[in-house]
């Protein structure tokens, strides 16, 4: 039986992202892509092209570095590490997330205590 699978909501890959490189260190793209949808057990889509224009766009905001090195298979391939900001911005992002998810709880389910 196939499982549902959705894409990642607007705004919340960076975070998948910064908190994936925190807790695995330096991972190429595909890895990093990997790795949300293995966490996530598969619930999730990572589409590739859209990876990599969060990486692009993480990497201009100097959240983490960029650097050429060879993957598991041999092969030529740009490893993404969390930079001293980019570990600010994920905590910043945490604390973003717990409060939205705490609201969007509340809105879902008022009578419920959260």
């Known amino acids: 039986m196939a499982k549902d699978r959705s894409p990642i909501l607007q705004g919340t890959l960076d975070l998948m992202v910064l908190k994936t490189l925190e807790q695995m260190g330096p991972l190429h793209g595909y890895g990093i892509a990997r790795r949300i ?17 969060c990486l ?22 740009k490893f993404y590490d969390l930079t001293r900001a980019g570990r600010r911005q994920l905590q910043a992002e945490v604390e973003n997330w717990d409060r939205i998810s705490g609201v969007i709880a509340r809105v879902l389910d008022p009578a419920a205590e959260v």
């Open 37 to 53: 949808e293995q966490v996530g057990q598969d619930a999730l889509t990572v589409n590739q092209g859209t990876i990599y224009l």
């Open 56 to 77: 692009v766009r993480l990497v201009q905001k100097k959240w983490i570095s960029a650097e050429w090195g060879k993957s598991e298979n041999g092969r030529k391939a």
